[in-house]
């Protein structure tokens, strides 16, 4: 007999960050008993209002303790891992996090028995020179030989209220006269709704997708960085010079923008921009996409003017002329 939700334990790593408040609040909506795993339990509490009494349980767990994984994922019924950086500090290296991270998780679910939904990123490649990319594949190559039947989620750019995209960008136009374009800004890119990513992993729980199967997950349509960075000024309404700086050059400030607490631009992200970020061709006509999940995808325009317009002149208000 199938358990219903209610039955169902689901231990989401990483579950307090930006993606992970999007799929928490999705399982809760769905009746599912969650159990939060993050280094910091109590700057997790944030997520106990989303469910009912009871239902969302923080608890402590860092990848680096295996202890810690396997304690957080005992009597778990499903396994849902999350955890992801973008750049790199002394205690977070993209290895020890993206890769060996992820085979903790997936060696803890194998052996309570308990399925696995993993998230990984478009771009996901062992031969690339960008050490993110590389982590990532080296981190779906784990997870398969440990779960074989885990389903790994691949988003490219993900949007949504607190993203780290939108609103980093829409900072910095806010104070400086111009935005960078990293290699002319011709980068193709498909972003994605936190909210999509986290119907997709409700799809993966409920079994609507194909076990042991990548999906890619993109939104309804694909821009160029440019094309972003316009859409971004205007909605914010401000005008910005959009300066193009070739890879190579781009490399010199990212070196020592990397050594800010929040990098603006790391050496390794300008790697990442060297190649497109949107579905595949073989992703699409498998149809391992959020189409094939059974979801619509969200427009930015649907969602992005609504977190954006604090950066405006005028916030949410319009100036009128007189």
């Known amino acids: 007999m199938t358990a219903t939700p209610t039955e169902t334990l689901i231990t989401v790593f990483g579950g307090s960050g930006f993606l992970g408040r999007h799929v928490v ?18 700057l997790a509490f944030y997520l106990q209002p989303a469910g009912q009494v009871g239902q969302i349980h923080a608890v402590q767990a860092n990848l680096r303790h295996p202890a810690s994984v396997d304690a957080a994922v005992r009597d778990a019924d499903v396994v849902v891992n999350l955890v992801g950086i973008l750049f790199e500090r002394a205690r977070q290296r993209f290895d020890t996090v993206q890769a060996f991270g992820a085979e903790a998780c997936a060696l803890s679910a194998a052996a309570h028995g308990a399925r696995l939904v993993h998230i990984s990123a478009i771009g996901a490649d062992e031969q690339s020179r960008s050490h993110y990319a590389r982590s990532k594949a080296v981190g779906e190559k784990l997870v398969r030989a440990a779960v074989p039947g885990a389903t790994i989620l691949r988003p490219s750019i993900v949007f949504g209220p607190e993203d780290a995209f939108f609103n980093r960008f829409a900072a910095i136009a806010r104070l400086a006269p111009a935005l960078p374009l990293i290699g002319g800004g011709h980068t193709r890119f498909q972003p994605v709704f936190a909210g999509d990513v986290a119907a997709a992993v409700v799809a993966a729980i409920e079994g609507r997708a194909t076990p042991g199967a990548v999906y890619e997950l993109g939104g309804p349509s694909v821009r160029s960085f440019k094309e972003l960075m316009q859409y971004l000024l205007a909605t914010i309404e401000r005008r910005r010079l959009l300066l193009p700086i070739p890879f190579a050059l781009a490399k010199l400030p990212a070196f020592f923008l990397q050594f800010l607490p929040t990098p603006l631009l790391t050496p390794d992200q300008v790697e990442l921009l060297r190649h497109d970020n949107v579905v595949s061709e073989e992703a699409k006509l498998a149809r391992r996409t959020l189409d094939g999940l059974g979801i619509t995808p969200t427009t930015m325009e649907a969602v992005v003017p609504s977190y954006l317009h604090r950066f405006r002149k005028a916030g949410q208000f319009r100036v009128r002329s007189i």
């Open 25 to 42: 609040r999705a399982l809760a909506k769905r009746g599912y008993r969650i159990r939060v795993a993050v280094r910091r339990p109590d």
